[in-house]
């Protein structure tokens, strides 16, 4: 017993001992991106939804201004217009593709060459083509 507590006061067992307290915090680096998964599913404040008035959305992951309404689904916020291309298609869906029930809400202020352009209609979340536009 008094040869390792000698051995700990030379230093270095101490120095060594360090190295392996900072090994747990990788396990909470993982354990920090696993709750931020869910919690990046938690609604938001954003300004009111255009299909329904909520004031509540998920946020669009690669969009930092798009939310999801929480009670709708519909999409609302603003970004690049080429990027609103990846949200909802600048295409017609076929005409009996997507059932009504089924369409959702867009509603984005987008900003391309020509300056800032509105798109907000309906879509088809299954082909995100547009079903009705206005
Ligand atoms: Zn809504």
Redesign the pocket.
């Given at each position: 017993m008094k040869r390792a507590k000698n051995s700990n006061d030379h230093g270095q067992a101490g120095v060594c001992q360090r190295p392996s307290l900072s090994a747990s915090s990788p396990t909470e680096d993982i354990m920090a991106t696993t709750s931020r998964s869910t919690t990046s599913r938690s609604p938001e404040f954003m300004p009111a939804?255009?299909?329904?008035?909520?004031e509540r959305?998920f946020p669009v992951e690669g969009h930092a201004d798009v939310r999801t309404?929480?009670?709708?689904?519909?999409l609302?916020g603003r970004c690049y217009l080429g990027q609103s291309y990846t949200l909802v298609l600048p295409q017609w869906d076929a005409p009996d593709a997507c059932d009504p029930a089924d369409q959702q809400?867009f509603d984005l202020e987008c900003l391309g060459s020509g300056g800032i352009t509105r798109r907000h209609g309906w879509f088809n979340p299954a082909t995100r083509k547009i079903t009705q536009v206005g």
């Open positions: 939804c255009g299909c329904c008035g909520h959305g309404c929480e009670r709708c689904g519909g609302n809400y």
